[in-house]
């Protein structure tokens, strides 16, 4: 019995373990050195943690080892991080990104034309038949020569619709008849130019953006033909008749009714001030060409 030890047997034998030594703050523990002549295997690539989908203000990670993203991590080319919150996006000076479409302004070199150009029977055909689409269509074209030559001749013709220019015209002689004929015809391409013109120069004040020429080639066309059912009849049954005044009534309201279409095509307005755009030429036509035996 006194060789006997009381105690925890083999477990005595062993060494106390001793405790792990911790690090000191602010250090990292730096990778077990590989023996001379040998390279040691890198340490573990760890991926900087993504932020969560959908998030705002959270901080960017960064990888500490400077490498970068996986492939599957990265943006693609083309994306809309730019319309992100927080996010600035350049553009070219002068570009609006935000533009839903060009507008339209009649007589601008850039615009396009909405159709062909219609030839002179098509454009005559159109004004009477499919006033608006006629008008939207030939609002970028002068059409200086079909409007001077009816108008020219709806000058002619006139003189014959009044009785007391009639009358003068049938007492002279062919010299002296000719020379009136032709100076009402001048008179009448005039009128047409200067009424065409104003109707033009409102329908800018009051915030047109038309062209110039369309408008009052187009405006001679619209005065000759509204006016060529009153002097057809005119010329047989004299001014003064009483079928001859109403039908000039009637026709000076259409007259009114193709002026506002067209100033509101060629100058994209709406009908109120189209037709605002066009009272004075109305009232020239009504008072001096139409009814000026009333």
Known sequence: MAGFRIG???????????????QPYGQQQQPPQAPYGQQAYPPQQQWPQQPAAGGHGEPEYFDPYGQQQPPQAQQPPHSYANDNPGHTQVFAFGEDPYSQGATYHAGAAAAAPTGPRL????????????????????RDYAVWGPALIVTFLYGLLAVFGFDDARADVMKATLANAVP???????????CGLLLGGVTHTLARQLGGDGAWQPTVGL???????????RLLFAVFLGGDNMFVQVLGWATWVAAGALFTSLVSKSHDLPWQKALGASAIQLIALLSIIKLGTL
Do not use: C, H, Y
């Not at 047997?9 to 030594?21: F, K, S, V």
């Open 119 to 138: 030839p002179w029977k098509e454009l005559l055909r159109g004004i009477v038949m499919r006033p608006g689409p006629t008008f939207l269509q030939m």
């Open 8 to 22: 925890r047997g083999r477990d005595n034998d062993r060494a106390p373990q001793q405790p792990p030594r911790q």
């Open 219 to 229: 405006s001679m066309l619209v005065m000759s033909i509204t006016d060529a059912p």
């Open 180 to 190: 009136i004929v032709l100076s009402a015809g001048v008179a009448f391409v005039v």
